[in-house]
């Protein structure tokens, strides 16, 4: 905690820095991951132990911030709890199993907070 990298602010940062990072996969890099692997248990199978270990680590940072910060600051950091995270990644791995495709013939992925296509050039969503 005495050390600048640890302050409430640089971890505030952190915080912000992690669910952008979370989110953009979710959006941007999971519909291109689609294109390459249409099978949506080959995405599981890659992306569990990533998710994992990314869980297992933020378990323990969220413990030595419970630990070494008042629940004000705790509250000010905006942490998520590891719940929250798992969930935020469990995001990435849940695909519409139907697989259907829509008047283009590309395939539509099913996210939380919008649909998918695969296969447009410049990945907007649809």
Do not use: C
Request: hydrophobic share 35%; no cysteine.
């Amino acid at each position: 905690r005495g050390h600048a990298f640890a302050g409430p602010e640089k971890l505030k940062e952190l915080m912000q820095f992690l669910q952008t990072a979370v989110t953009n996969f979710n959006e941007q890099n999971l519909p291109k991951m689609q294109l390459y692997l249409p099978n949506p248990q080959t995405r599981g199978v890659l992306l569990t132990p990533i998710r994992t270990s990314i869980t297992e680590s933020y378990a323990r940072l969220h413990a030595y911030i419970l630990a070494e910060y008042s629940p004000e600051e705790y509250l000010a950091m905006k942490v998520w709890s590891p719940q929250d995270l798992q969930a935020a990644l469990q995001r990435a791995v849940t695909v519409d199993p139907s697989q259907r495709a829509n008047s283009a013939g590309e395939a539509t992925l099913e996210l939380a907070g919008g649909s998918y296509a695969a296969g447009k050039e410049d990945g907007q969503v649809s």
